[in-house]
C-alpha cells in the first residue's frame, strides 16, 4: 500500500469536509473511497481489517490521484501515526471552523442523533470527565477538546515534516476560488 495515496482531508469535524468532498469527488482525475469516511486509520476495528479492505472502498483508482476525506483523523493522534506507516509524504488539507462554532454544531449533531440529552452548557461543563469514559464519549462528546486545533496540527507536522498542507478557514469555502485552490493544491 506504500503510497498509493496522495492526499488526505483530515478535518476538523463539522468545519466542511462534506463540501469538500463534494467537490472533489467530482472531479475526474481524483479517485476517493465510496463512502465519505472509512475512519480506517482512526478506528482500531477498521484499521486490523487491512490495506486489502481499506482499498475495497476505491472504485477505478487506475490513473487516478488517490485521496481521502476523514475529519477523524485530525482528532486521533493515531491516525497520524498510522498513515505515516503507510504513506512517507501525502498532502493535507486541514478546513478549520471557529472553535465554538464547530463545538455547537457538533453538540446539535450528538442532539439529533439522539446521543447527548445535556443543554450546550452543563454538556461543556461536563465534558473532560465524559471523555474519560471511553472511545463513544470520546467520539460524541469532544466538543471543546475537537477544537484544540494546534495540538492536532503539531501531531501532523512533526509525524509529517515534509509533506505539503493546505489550511482552509470554514468562513471561506463558499467563494468561487476554492475549486481553484483545491485543485492547484493537488496539482
Known sequence: MKDKLSFFVIG?????????????????????????ETHF???????????????????????????????????YPEAAKRIKKNFTNPKFIVVLRH????????????????????????????????????????QNFSYLDRGNYYNQISNYKSIFPNSKFLFLKFDNLFNEKLNQTLFNFLE
Open 99 to 138: 472553535p465554538m462554532e464547530r463545538a455547537y454544531s457538533h453538540y446539535l449533531m450528538s442532539v439529533r442523533r439522539g446521543y447527548e440529552t445535556l443543554s450546550f452548557e452543563n454538556a461543556i461543563i461536563n465534558e473532560q470527565k465524559r471523555l474519560k469514559k471511553g472511545w463513544f464519549s470520546k
Open 41 to 75: 486509520f482512526s478506528k482500531n476495528e477498521n484499521y486490523i481489517k487491512g490495506n486489502k479492505w481499506y482499498y475495497s472502498w476505491f472504485d477505478n483508482m487506475s490513473d487516478k490521484i488517490l485521496g481521502e476525506v476523514d475529519p477523524e483523523y485530525l482528532y
Open 12 to 36: 476538523a469535524q463539522k468545519a466542511g469536509t462534506t463540501s469538500i468532498h463534494n467537490i472533489l469527488s467530482k472531479h475526474p482525475k481524483l479517485c476517493l473511497p465510496t463512502i465519505k
